[in-house]
């Protein structure tokens, strides 16, 4: 595997954070729109009352819901399968940036202060790390082609 792919890969739990928090904002979204407040009566086509709008918003509340409850599986799914891989590094401090990074979703700044290391040290362990764990998945890889 690629340093790129290994990459890409690792991120996939923060991307799902992303589309966890987005669908969360749709949501929230939907809610508010059902404020009595939020209704604007001045307009000249005709309103639909309150109550009217209960029924699809709550579906769309509920397929939101939905959606957002089979992303934090996938993800539980994922922190486990890139667990794994992380365990599989020889470098206990790679493996702890790494995790610390992509798993645990912290900054790179705040990772260095609590190992106590400089930003740019903690961003070389990053990038050594994902190095050797492409290195790891390419050689698996080929074991079981």
């Known amino acids: 595997m690629k340093i790129e792919e290994t990459h890409s890969y690792l991120l996939r739990i923060r991307e799902i ?9 749709k949501c929230d979204a939907i809610r508010r729109s059902l404020l009595l407040s939020r209704t604007q009566y001045d307009k000249p ?23 957002i409850y089979r992303l934090r ?21 790679e ?27 903690t961003y070389r362990l990053q990038a050594e790390g994902v190095k050797h764990l492409s290195e790891i998945l390419t050689a698996s890889h080929s074991k079981k082609a």
């Open 17 to 25: 954070d992303c589309e966890i928090t987005q669908l969360n904002m």
């Open 45 to 67: 086509a005709v309103q639909t009352s309150h109550e009217n709008k209960m029924g699809s918003v709550t579906a769309s509340v509920c397929e939101l819901n939905e959606a």
């Open 73 to 93: 599986l996938r993800k539980a799914e994922l922190i486990i399968e890139i667990g794994n891989v992380l365990d599989l590094l020889l470098d206990e401090r």
């Open 95 to 121: 493996s702890a940036v790494l995790t610390a990074y992509y798993i645990s979703g912290m900054k790179m700044n705040k990772i260095a202060e609590r190992i106590e290391y400089t930003a740019s040290h």
